[in-house]
């Protein structure tokens, strides 16, 4: 059965260091990767795609890799702030033509001034 | 206006109650999203309207009742919920409904079902 994984459910880390979180997946052959930030009693918010052609994107401080042969995605958080704590969740076509994002179970990022 | 505008934030009701969700975007997107959030868990897809019509109702029990009076509005009426249906509603919108949307959400109806 198709699977998402996210390394940890929670990540704690000093600010100004990056912060690199994972989201592994299996029986899926997604041809787009999304990530959103989910705050408290919030809705996600969208941060970036990345499509299976593409190996890195980049937005400001952050950056999503995408590896189709690992069946892997790194997000990094360069210079992470306190501002920065946050849920952050990736999420996968389910393929067959279906068009429904499904969602892993998110990291919950801490940023430590 | 790029906002997905969700009301009530919060909604206390009785297992005997009638009541309704709304959500309202005024971006011109055709696709919009009913999502199922637990405590410490991801969203859930419940229901996919595409250009006004229902497209996908995943398997959601019937005390749940979309409905898409237009392509600005979604609501969703509740009637006889139990109190495992207490969780964090979403709605979200895309511009159409395909790979790769980006997916826009409200911040959510918080409902407690006593």
């Known amino acids: 059965s198709q699977k998402i994984e996210q390394n940890s459910e929670a990540l704690n880390i000093q600010e100004g260091k990056t912060a690199t979180l994972t989201c592994n997946y299996t029986?899926?052959?997604?041809?787009?990767l999304q990530w959103y930030r989910q705050d408290p009693g919030r809705g996600p918010v969208f941060l970036l795609l990345?499509?299976?052609?593409?190996k890195e994107k980049r937005k400001e401080r952050l950056k999503v890799t995408f590896d189709t042969t690992l069946k892997q995605s790194l997000f990094h958080i360069t210079a992470s702030q306190p501002a920065d704590s946050a849920t952050y969740l990736c999420?996968?076509?389910?393929?067959?033509?279906?068009?429904?994002?499904?969602f892993g179970k998110g990291t919950k990022l801490s940023v430590i001034p | 206006d790029t906002e997905v505008t969700q009301t009530p934030k919060h909604l206390v009701m009785g297992m005997t109650n009638k009541k309704s969700l709304k959500c309202e975007q005024h971006?011109?997107?055709?696709?919009m999203y009913w999502y199922k959030q637990k405590a410490k868990k991801p969203p859930e897809l419940m229901f996919v309207?595409?250009?006004?019509?229902?497209?996908i109702n995943e398997s959601v029990p019937s005390r749940f009742s979309p409905e898409c009076p237009n392509s600005s509005l979604l609501n969703l009426h509740l009637h006889a919920l139990q109190p495992e249906d207490s969780a964090l509603y979403l709605c979200?919108?895309?511009?159409?409904?395909?790979?790769?949307?980006?997916?826009?959400f409200g911040s959510g109806t918080q409902l407690s079902v006593l």
């Open positions: 971006m011109g997107h055709r696709a």
């Open positions: 309207y595409s250009y006004e019509k229902l497209s």
């Open positions: 999420a996968l076509d389910s393929g067959a033509g279906s068009y429904q994002l499904t």
């Open positions: 990345i499509r299976e052609n593409e």
């Open positions: 979200a919108s895309s511009q159409e409904r395909g790979q790769g949307e980006k997916l826009f």
């Open positions: 029986n899926y052959s997604p041809a787009y």
